[in-house]
């Protein structure tokens, strides 16, 4: 496999707090999923904060920016086990980056008032890195 992009993006948990009081921007920014998810749990902000780095950090990592992948074109995911997974619609990925398959890996964290995403695009062995 060859190292397509990398990305990685901070976001603060107490502004997402702030933020997170309006349902305009929620579902501006969120996919239901990432909306039911944040507020199954006591914080909420520490979730949502989480997913809206992820979202940056998957931007970074192919060089499109956020503006042209749009913040309701990819969202993460927790799997049953909790494993978060970047999922994107359709026509993103990975078609515009390298021929053939693609794997997308993203790890997030939060601490305090910063959550944190980074993100890793892998290609084939024939891929061009970006």
């Known amino acids: 496999m060859v190292i397509l ?9 107490r ?26 749990h006591k914080d909420p902000a520490r979730h949502l904060a989480a997913s809206f780095a992820a979202k940056e950090a998957f931007a970074k990592a192919g060089r499109w920016g956020l503006a042209k992948v749009g ?3 990819v969202w993460l995911h927790r799997t049953p086990e909790g494993i978060p997974e970047i999922r994107w619609a359709e026509g993103i990925l990975p078609g515009e980056l390298a021929p053939g398959p693609c794997r997308v890996l993203v ?14 695009l892998e290609g084939g062995g024939n891929a061009s890195p970006i």
């Open 107 to 120: 790890s997030v964290s939060h601490e305090e008032d910063m959550a944190v995403a980074v993100v890793l």
């Open 5 to 13: 992009g990398i990305g990685v993006d901070l976001c603060s948990v």
């Open 15 to 40: 502004r997402m707090a702030r933020f997170s009081q309006n349902p305009k921007f929620l579902a501006r920014v969120f996919v239901e999923e990432e909306r039911r998810y944040a507020f199954s």
């Open 71 to 73: 913040l309701l074109r």
